[in-house]
């Protein structure tokens, strides 16, 4: 095919794309989310195409900027990205180009200027030293041990069975088996010897023969060079201003060193067009999959991936890691030692406080004895915050966020990156909400995942295919219809999805492997968990609940979209309390007194108290519309007042009593309002049934009175010091206050955040 006419076969491509994101095709309904798989598989298998298709992304990404169409520039430069990530033969002017465009794209408001520097600070690497992008990708997603490049990344792919058919659970596997066949610690490192090399040395390559090299290699000789390479890039990025021509002469040297003195450059031209191999294939990330068993299940997962093969890689962070967390059977176990020293100076032995000479055995033994008195730990005052989950900034993956060195402890780095990833609906959401809250809370307990792990949360939603698509939407998929309107990217790419999943997993082939198909579930999944790096943060709220029984003590519980509240035909036990008032009107509903924090735009605080006979009512954390102020945030905790993203919408069915010639007669009004926290207590002789994230293994009967609030950051209300201040006798006290409790936030990452 003539370059012409590849140009235009891409050209006709995007144009799909683009009018996808524009809503101007309603005929391209049915296949959404298909334009850019589509696209993507067309360089896929002809990589010569790659040039083409980041020339003409450029040219609409230009067109974009000069016409202010700021709705397609994010998902043009998340595919202009991936393209420069696989690709070999771009050009150090094309990689140039993209990088002034980014850098423009930084005076733009948040989220484009965010993922522009993102993108900025990638394109610097990768333009002086290309192909440090796929090689850096595919050593952590395959976990390739090099200590020049140590990070490993997992993807844990979570499924509740009674949520998720088993047609789609078995598509699901399948897949993912059949892509790790394929994916050898060999393969893989052929992949990335032959990759650095295509991409620094270009048409003086011959991929041919390399391809040939490297498949007849024995794995001694295979990890040699997989690691010269490594070494030849990392050293190179490491710089401070690297140079293409020096990572060229490396490159060189090993190349010579692999096919011989006949490759030198210049003397071995390109490869016939019947020799070329096949391109270079970016392997699909490593992917768990797993049953949802409990909200315990993320932590014992978390921990065996963070558990090192041999002890001895502990033994550097033993002053700064507590290991004992590592075991998810002794939780709280702590070992008691008894303290022989008073802590007054006079008992101590004597010559304790001579200094020892340097060199000396006195001196060796110290630094392994503890001194005495209490060594308390000084934890940094963030580390509790969802941001701190986030991965190294500047030598890993940038998850959004250009500030921050990689490490919460001196000598201890995170060099794991955890991907959650979910599928379900709102009630697989609210049982992830569940066991992140749970892993917080022994976080604080037992400081050992925080400092060691990068945790990003992902979504994709799966709904029941029996129910049509207009009533299941609102009702089991109101947060994944929030991620739509706020990342018009998710929408197109991930929400798409949810009604094409089922025909896909019908369609799934079985475990023949004489035939080839493309995993189109596999390949979105790859490229959500790598593109999706912009969290949204969703408030976590607790809801304490006092029963009508009063032998039975209170509970608290979480919930992350909705609390129903309907009211039971029950009356309250004997010994329970009942403040029903007498002389009060019977009907339908039951009598409620109602005390909550108005919510104003002011942001002052206004407590309201009411009392009103109600059939049932309903809070949602997740803004019905693009109208409501106040929702979840793009932005941490941090950045942003409590207020801006802490909101519920409260829908009261008020009973209204009427009297006419006929006789009284009830009738239902709806009445809203927004509140950050609420009491909520019968006055009736009726008791409540709840109902938590429309899950029905979340349901509490005979209820008497609930108070809902945001859920806190475990441990975020500690006293903390205040400025020194002067004491009797002139010394400088310290004052301690009392800390506002943050609060706990749930990232779900998607492509660009909240769009404006």
């Not at 043009?76 to 423009?104: D, N, P």
């Not at 090099?146 to 509740?160: A, G, M, S």
């Not at 390949?523 to 790096?533: A, E, H, L, Q």
């Amino acid at each position: 095919m003539e370059s012409s006419d590849v140009e235009l076969d891409l050209q006709r491509s995007m144009q799909a794309v683009l009018r996808e994101l524009s809503a101007q095709a309603p005929a391209l309904q049915s296949n959404q989310g298909m334009w850019r798989w589509s696209l993507h598989k067309k360089v896929e298998r002809d990589p010569g195409k790659s040039p083409a298709l980041v020339r003409i992304l450029l040219r609409e990404l230009e067109k974009a900027e000069s016409e202010d169409l700021r709705h397609v520039i994010i998902p043009l430069l998340h595919t202009l990205m991936y393209v420069l990530t696989k690709a070999t033969g771009i050009t150090e002017e094309l990689h140039r180009r993209t990088y002034a465009f980014c850098t423009r794209l930084l005076t733009l408001p948040t989220p484009y200027c965010t993922v522009a520097l993102d993108c900025a600070i990638r394109l610097k690497t990768e333009t002086a030293v290309p192909g440090t992008l796929y090689q850096r990708m595919v050593i952590a997603e395959q976990n390739l041990r090099n200590e020049l490049y140590p990070y490993q990344e997992r993807v844990f792919l979570f499924v509740d069975p009674e949520l998720v058919s088993a047609s789609v659970c078995s598509a699901l596997l399948l897949e993912i088996e059949a892509a790790q066949e394929q994916q050898t610690p060999e393969a893989c490192m052929r992949h990335v010897v032959s990759h650095a090399l295509q991409a620094a040395l270009g048409e003086a390559c011959h991929a041919g023969a390399l391809h040939r090299k490297l498949q007849t290699s024995s794995h001694r000789t295979l990890e040699h060079y997989f690691h010269a390479v490594v070494a030849a890039v990392e050293q190179t990025a490491s710089e401070a201003s690297p140079s293409r021509a020096e990572h060229l002469e490396r490159l060189e040297e090993i190349y010579c060193s692999l096919l011989g003195p006949a490759a030198a450059r210049g003397r071995c031209g390109g490869d016939p067009v019947q020799d070329r191999p096949p391109g270079v294939p970016l392997p699909s990330p490593g992917i768990t999959f797993h049953l949802w068993a409990g909200e315990e299940q993320l932590w014992k997962e978390l921990v065996l991936f963070l558990r090192p093969r041999s002890p001895l890689r502990l033994s550097a962070d033993l002053e700064a890691l507590d290991l004992q967390g590592l075991r998810p059977d002794q939780e709280l176990a702590r070992v008691s030692v008894l303290s022989t020293d008073s802590g007054i100076e006079r008992d101590l032995p004597l010559g304790a406080n001579e200094p020892s000479a340097p060199g000396s055995p006195e001196m060796e033994r110290a630094g392994l004895q503890r001194k005495g008195g209490i060594k308390k730990r000084a934890w940094p005052p963030d580390f509790l915050m969802p941001g701190s989950w986030d991965g190294p900034p500047g030598l890993h993956r940038r998850t959004g966020r250009p500030s921050g060195d990689g490490e919460l402890l001196p000598g201890v780095s995170r060099l794991h990156t955890a991907r959650v990833l979910v599928l379900g609906d709102d009630r697989m959401l609210g049982r992830l909400a569940q066991s992140y809250h749970r892993l917080r809370k022994r976080e604080s307990q037992k400081f050992c995942l925080t400092p060691r792990l990068s945790l990003q949360l992902y979504y994709i939603p799966v709904l029941a295919p029996e129910e049509p698509a207009a009533s299941r939407q609102p009702e089991l998929g109101e947060l994944a219809a929030f991620l739509g309107r706020a990342d018009p990217w998710y929408e197109s790419t991930v929400n798409t999805l949810c009604p094409a999943i089922h025909k896909l997993a019908e369609m799934s082939p079985s475990l023949d492997t004489s035939r080839t198909v493309d995993p189109f579930l596999l390949d979105v999944i790859t490229y959500y968990v790598r593109m999706g790096t912009q969290p949204i943060y969703f408030q976590i709220y607790m809801v304490k609940i006092f029963f009508g029984d009063l032998s039975q003590d209170p509970t608290e519980d979480i919930f992350l979209t909705e609390l129903k509240v309907k009211i039971q035909d029950s009356k309250f036990p004997k010994d329970g309390f009942s403040p029903r008032r007498r002389g009060m009107a019977e009907g339908p509903g039951a009598e409620l007194s109602m005390c909550y924090q108005k919510g104003l735009l002011s942001h002052r605080p206004r407590e309201v108290t009411i009392s009103l006979r109600a059939t049932g009512l309903v809070l949602k954390a997740i803004p019905a519309s693009d109208t409501e102020v106040s929702g979840p945030s793009q932005q941490p905790p941090t950045a942003a007042p409590v207020t801006d993203h802490i909101c519920l919408n409260v829908s009261v069915t008020e009973v209204v009593k009427s009297s006419n010639l006929a006789g009284r007669s009830f009738s239902t009004v709806t009445n809203t309002f927004r509140t950050a926290n609420i009491q909520i207590q019968s006055q009736d002789q009726r008791l409540l049934t709840l109902l938590l994230d429309k899950d029905n293994q979340r349901t509490f009967r005979d209820v008497a009175r609930l108070e809902v609030a945001p859920c806190p950051e475990p441990c975020s209300g500690v006293q903390k010091p205040k400025a020194p201040w002067s004491g009797s006798h002139g010394q400088k006290e310290m004052e301690t206050v009392k800390a506002k409790p943050k609060p706990l936030l749930m990232p779900i990452n998607t492509f660009s955040g909240v769009v404006q």
